[in-house]
């Protein structure tokens, strides 16, 4: 395959597109400077759109035609491209407002709701009753509540 007639700057800027939405489910989102904005994703699709506009300058460019399967080609992966941007903005920077607020759950350092409960074998537990039963003389200071969902 010649390399001078791939237009490698088209697949470049589509690869990059995908890059950038895939990484930030598989990458991104475990850290707190890039899950809060995604500016690292929305670098590469800066980077991303050059490449796009380079390949695309080239494929409709008059000094060297190109066969019309590479424009038609170079349109749709730049098409696809610019939707896969689209829908990944959306996505996080609009569709995320739209969750609806926490502003009933609980804060950290506030106190739980009383509470009663199972426990792993079948007795009715309460948060007071946690709170007021001593462990080795002493009232407990706190209770850890876990929720497992391996046993249904």
């Known amino acids: 395959m010649n390399l001078k007639k791939l237009n490698w700057q088209i697949w470049a800027g589509f690869l990059l597109a995908l890059l950038g939405s895939l990484s930030y489910i598989f990458l991104f989102v475990n850290y707190p400077i890039t899950r809060d904005f995604p500016w690292a994703n929305l670098l590469l699709f800066a980077i991303a759109l050059v490449f796009l506009v380079v390949g695309l300058r080239r494929a409709f460019a008059s000094d060297r035609p190109r066969p019309?399967?590479?424009r038609i080609g170079g349109s749709v992966l730049a098409t696809l491209s610019l939707a896969i941007m689209g829908l990944f903005i959306f996505s996080i920077l609009v569709m995320a407002r739209w969750l609806p607020s926490s502003s009933g759950a609980p804060h950290v350092g506030q106190k739980a709701p009383d509470f009663s409960l199972?426990?792993?074998?079948?007795?009715q537990v309460t948060l007071s009753s946690l709170l007021a039963t001593p462990i080795n003389g002493k009232a407990p200071k706190g209770v850890l509540l876990i929720f497992y969902r391996g046993y249904w």
């Open 118 to 123: 199972q426990d792993s074998n079948g007795n």
């Open 68 to 70: 019309l399967l590479s």
